[in-house]
């Protein structure tokens, strides 16, 4: 065998290996990105990048299915706009019934705001996605350093304080049910919630009920 034929068999079976060790250490670090992946960075992916913020289903722990699109994420919540429920997983009759009331009502969806709601991590049971959503989810966009060191340190207690200092109607999805009023105080696990008809300000006359509302029992909060 001539010396310059074995020499460039060494030469491409070391390029072989140095491609096969580069290609399983990208491999591992990938791994171990993913192995460090949150529900928070999935959805910072889905809500930050050039093509903007994803609509996509959410199914709350209670069973129910809202859609939402994604405008601010904290340390243990997100704020979206609520497109509206998930009218795939509603009966075909309250379907229809809801439709048919929305429009003698004069109610078409385009003449509404888009309400805003602030959803807590721990009420989502899972997150419906498409397949570029899911592949978008895994990506690694990123928050601006200072952005991330300030939402990441605002818990739902904070912005429950806020809604409650400006004296904001708000609708409070629980297990128990939904009810319309406003936050009178904020603890630490809890808030106080004075009830009153949906559409009405915080006035003694108006309010029927006063509630104590453990944080962890919170699905939704909707402005009202």
Known sequence: ?????????LEVQLERELNAEERDLRAEEERQRLGRLTIR???VS???GPTGPAVFRVELSSGDAIVVRPTTLGRDWLAADLIGPDESREPPGDAAHRQQRESGAGMRRSDRATPQCVLPFSAIAGIVLTAHQMERSLGDEAESPSASRLSERIGLPFVLR??????AAIELRMPAGMVNGTIDRVGRDHLDLAVHPPGTLRRTPDVYQYRV???????LVTLD
């Open 1 to 9: 065998m001539r010396w310059d034929n074995l020499f460039d068999d």
């Open 41 to 43: 960075t999935r959805l």
């Open 46 to 48: 889905l809500t930050l």
């Open 162 to 167: 806020d809604l409650c200092r400006r004296r």
């Open 213 to 219: 509302v453990p944080l962890a029992h919170i699905l």
